[in-house]
């Protein structure tokens, strides 16, 4: 899966969809593409991602308590 790091636009592939999508890590290890180059494997924040799209990651990947009405 790619995602695009929301403060430079470059576009990252995500090595494990799981670390991704769990709400209790706030890293994520990618691999960002500089065209025919693919990087080597660096941890980066989830909050600073973003969909390709420019769309927001879901809630639910970000904060483990984001059903907690206070």
């Known amino acids: 899966m ?3 790091n929301a403060g430079n636009d470059d576009l990252a592939q995500v090595l494990e969809i799981k670390e991704l999508t ?3 890590s706030a ?3 990618v ?3 500089a065209g025919e180059e693919v990087g080597d494997p660096v941890a ?3 909050s600073s991602l973003v ?3 420019g769309e ?3 809630q639910c990947w970000l904060d483990p308590h984001y059903r ?3």
């Open 68 to 70: 907690v009405q206070f």
């Open 31 to 33: 691999r960002y593409q």
């Open 22 to 24: 769990d709400p209790h």
């Open 44 to 46: 980066v924040e989830k």
């Open 51 to 53: 969909f390709p799209s």
């Open 27 to 29: 890293t994520v290890r």
């Open 2 to 4: 790619f995602v695009k």
């Open 56 to 58: 927001a990651l879901p």
